[in-house]
């Protein structure tokens, strides 16, 4: 690990707090300078974060934790879809490939069924057989570390996070002998089954959008970060939002009732909008009013479809982040999700506020099956943003009382869910 550490942070900070930085747009105006073109970041708070960040004492600590997990992100990857074993059906390793986490084989394996087919679904039960293809797990720790160490360097100016982060980000997605192809046509494939599954996209589901945030503060300016990689980035996004829109994996994930069809929405609108499609990913903000929270959140809060779940905390939560993320698109498109009450009195903010009890309280206070760890941190992003976004009295009360992830409550820092 290359050790920057608090004495670097501190050098940093100081170089920063006799920074006078020009900023003074709204949080809307996506052609401030100053201001990186971030989807769900608000760009213009963190121009405000980084002229600030030397004097305040929240935000010098959020970024001491931010710079202490992006130092081990500089000795770590990068990683690629060639580094699994397996060859897709497609005989293309480049293809991305995961095997359904839920599902297994319900019969023992012999001679003349060595994979125990069928498979069936067991909810919430995680198959450690989909642990075998590396694809999903590289593709997180690439998907975590590459916007750490973007905000690492936009924050700190120091080139070697921006280096670290261009080098990962080529490795997954410029190079030509290592990048992914911009599909998920193999994402969380069955077993003994070659039936078109769209239920795969989820692969990319909360993990994706910060990467496109990580690419707008790149292009704000990085060392070394080209105008060849700016172009490459858009014409691999732009083929992705073309396969999900136009696939058969893409159509259905789009019709998924759940929280498959909020997270389709989410990264469509988040490609577009980096892309320059502002009006379209306003269209898909704004239709989720009665295609997503109408349909999904009852008057109290609720979420029946994700509460019929075994892991029914889990999901209500990643449910609610996936609207949450909505509502953070739609702040730079004009549409204000978190305003919309539908005739049935369903909303977002009360999405979130049903999870505060639990969140405060832990698993007495959630009365319905979770089979798996009840963890209350993962209320909190939403909650943050509830109260921040939305005004929502309840969320800024609970804040306080919800546990802290292991990483640290960086919202100051990082103000989006």
């Not at 073109?37 to 004097?55: C, E, I, M, P, Y």
């Not at 309280?361 to 509830?386: M, N, V, Y």
Request: include cysteine.
């Amino acid at each position: 690990m290359v050790a920057v550490g608090a004495a670097t942070v501190a050098l940093v900070l100081a170089g920063i707090a006799g920074q006078q930085l020009a900023w003074g747009h709204t949080a809307t105006d996506r052609s401030a300078a100053s201001a990186p073109a971030t989807v769900l970041l608000d760009g213009a708070r963190l121009a405000s974060n980084k002229q600030r960040v030397g004097t305040d004492p929240t935000l010098r600590a959020d970024l001491a934790k931010l710079v202490s997990s992006a130092d081990a992100d500089l000795t770590s990857g990068p990683w690629s879809v060639l580094d699994k074993k397996q060859t897709p059906p497609s005989g293309d390793k480049h293809d991305y490939l995961s095997q359904a986490p839920y599902w297994w084989a319900s019969k023992p394996p012999t001679a003349s069924n060595p994979h125990g087919c069928p498979y069936v679904q067991k909810d919430g039960q995680r198959n450690p057989e989909a642990d075998q293809i590396s694809d999903h797990a590289e593709r997180g720790s690439a998907f975590d570390a590459i916007p750490r160490l973007a905000l690492a360097w936009y924050y700190t100016g120091d080139v070697r996070y921006a280096q670290r982060a261009e080098l990962d980000v080529r490795a997954w997605f410029l190079d030509q002998a290592t990048r992914m192809n911009p599909n998920l046509t193999y994402a969380q494939v069955i077993p003994c089954s070659t039936a078109v599954r769209g239920t795969g996209i989820i692969d990319f589901s909360e993990v994706f959008e910060p990467v496109v945030d990580a690419f707008a503060l790149l292009d704000s300016g990085a060392p070394g970060w080209s105008a060849a990689d700016q172009q490459g980035i858009r014409t691999w996004l732009g083929r992705l939002l073309d396969w999900l829109r136009t696939s058969q994996q893409g159509k259905q994930e789009a019709q998924a009732a759940n929280n498959h069809g909020s997270w389709y929405d989410v990264q469509a609108a988040a490609i577009t909008l980096y892309l320059g499609g502002t009006a379209d990913a306003a269209a898909v903000v704004k239709g989720a009013e009665a295609s997503r929270i109408a349909k999904q959140v009852k008057a109290d809060g609720s979420q029946p479809l994700e509460l019929a779940r075994t892991r029914s905390w889990h999901y209500s939560n990643f449910n609610a982040q996936a609207l949450c993320r909505l509502a953070e698109i739609g702040r730079h498109v004009g549409v204000n999700l978190w305003s919309y009450t539908a005739s049935g009195g369903g909303s977002l903010p009360k999405a979130v506020d049903y999870t505060i009890a639990a969140a405060e309280h832990g698993k007495s206070s959630w009365p319905h099956q979770e089979i798996g760890t009840f963890d209350q941190t993962i209320a909190l992003p939403q909650l943050h943003a509830a109260a921040d976004e939305a005004g929502d009295a309840k969320a800024k009360a609970a804040i306080g009382h919800v546990p802290a992830p292991s990483g640290g409550d960086l919202w100051a820092l990082l103000p989006a869910c």
